[in-house]
């Protein structure tokens, strides 16, 4: 069942029509880049970071640094930070690491 609802999380994202679901989380049909872009976003908000493998295992996103890219150029402050990673075979690689340093985008008109 758990594996169930990590498929309905994938796709558009909608907005919940009722008081129990306003708490619920976007649900993602596809994996445009625009909805690429809203999973990575709300990842960020949730647990604050993410690696970029993890984002490609957890939130089917191919390119993370293109979509990280975006967001910042949207004007979200999101720093990339270098971390280490061993895979399966014990090979350590140096892999990037988003963090998001703040929630709402910021504008660049002063």
Excluded: C
């Amino acid at each position: 069942m758990a594996n169930n609802e990590n498929t309905k999380n994938k796709g558009v994202a909608v907005e919940a029509t009722t008081p129990k679901a306003k708490t619920a989380k976007p649900k993602f049909t596809d994996n445009s880049l625009h909805n690429q872009r809203l999973k990575l976003l709300d990842y960020l908000r949730e647990h604050g970071s993410i690696t970029t493998s993890q984002a490609r295992e957890v939130l089917d996103i191919y390119s993370p640094p293109a979509r990280a890219f975006e967001l910042k150029r949207e004007g979200y402050l999101i720093a990339t930070v270098w971390d280490s990673w061993t895979s399966g075979y014990g090979i350590k690689h140096r892999i990037a690491r988003y963090v998001l340093t703040q929630n709402q985008p910021v504008s660049s008109e002063v």
